[in-house]
């Protein structure tokens, strides 16, 4: 047991947002309520956004820790909103998001907090992502990108040319964000967590990526991944309309896509000796082809214009 365990006024509060994810919401609560970190020392956040099917009933049901605060919040107006009620309101030192489709190590909040503590100049922490495969070649493809990623140096770097980490499992330190006056709340699609993390480098914090890890269920379907990536799209016009310092344009295309495909297939191969990852290349240009749509529709939409 590391000091701070034993400090009763730590408080750390962890923001879930979620929105109709009642298929894979069950595991990453089980996992929140298994954490060592003690429970009488954790606040937990719920935003919910207006979901249409039990997800809300689910998280009740399977709130088996007896934590300090548990609250839950509507929004109907994205991403952007949804994390800032959870800054505005959290009472600990540090925020830990974790999504839906998360499950956590038993001691990971203990270790990030841990992290935090000895890292005072650290404003945002991310962690990596565990190797999770065999639910489908899309859903393979597109997790072992990050665990490449992280195995390999592409999100285990946040210096100040580097990756910025996302807001999936990652630790806020509550000062920073509230610094620089917390999330971007017209950002109603995605990129909120990109764009405060440039905020809070910028305002002179240093971004870290951990040694922890966590696993994430990356989406089943090709369809389901255009989906995504054009929601990525639009919410990368707003960020770059509002910075363009802040993206690669020619590193989001779908000429960039590939070759980060290619740059990245040998080490999803030494990963698992899987041929099927040389896929990558096609992976990548497709899901950035979707990105650039999107991207596209934003800017004939004008959403970010006016920033």
């Known amino acids: 047991m ?19 994810n009642a298929e894979i919401i069950k595991t990453a609560i089980t ?10 020392k954790t606040e937990l956040l719920i935003v919910d956004g207006n979901s249409q099917d039990n997800t809300v009933q689910i998280i009740r049901d399977n709130l ?50 841990t992290y935090m503590e000895q890292h005072p100049k650290v404003g945002i922490a991310g962690a990596k992502y565990n190797v999770h495969i065999g639910h489908g070649l899309a859903a393979d493809l597109e997790n072992i990108v990050y665990a490449v990623d992280s195995v390999f140096g592409q999100r285990g770097n946040a210096s100040k040319f580097g990756h910025l980490p996302g807001a999936e499992g990652a630790i806020y330190r509550v000062d920073a964000v509230r610094a620089v006056g917390g999330f971007d709340t017209r ?26 890890t966590f696993t994430e269920s990356t989406r089943p379907s090709w369809q389901s991944l255009w989906k995504q990536y054009f929601w990525y799209g639009r919410g990368g016009h707003y960020i770059f309309h509002k910075d363009p310092g802040s993206l690669s344009l020619i590193k989001m295309s779908p000429i960039g896509g590939f070759l980060a495909g290619v740059i990245r297939s040998p080490g999803a191969y030494l990963l698992t000796r899987n041929k099927s990852f040389f896929l990558l290349p096609v992976h990548y240009t497709y899901k ?20």
């Not at 009763?8 to 879930?16: A, D, I, P, Y």
């Not at 996992?31 to 009488?40: A, D, F, I, R």
């Not at 950035?288 to 959403?303: E, N, Q």
């Open 288 to 307: 950035r082809f979707a990105w650039f749509v999107g991207f596209c529709d934003a800017h004939l939409s004008g959403y970010g214009h006016s920033n």
């Open 64 to 113: 088996t820790a007896s934590f300090k605060t548990v609250k839950f919040l509507t929004e109907t107006s994205g991403l952007g909103i949804a994390r800032q009620m959870v800054v505005q309101q959290a009472s600990g030192k540090y925020i830990v998001w974790l999504d839906a489709d998360m499950t956590l190590a038993k001691d990971y909040l203990e270790n990030q907090i």
């Open 187 to 212: 950002i109603n699609g995605a990129a909120e967590d990109t764009e405060i993390a440039y905020r809070v480098r910028a305002n002179g914090w240093d971004l870290a990526v951990t040694t922890e």
């Open 31 to 40: 996992s929140l309520c298994n954490q060592t970190y003690p429970s009488e």
């Open 2 to 20: 590391v000091d701070f365990l034993e400090d009763k006024s730590l408080l750390v509060t962890v923001g879930l947002c979620v929105k109709n």
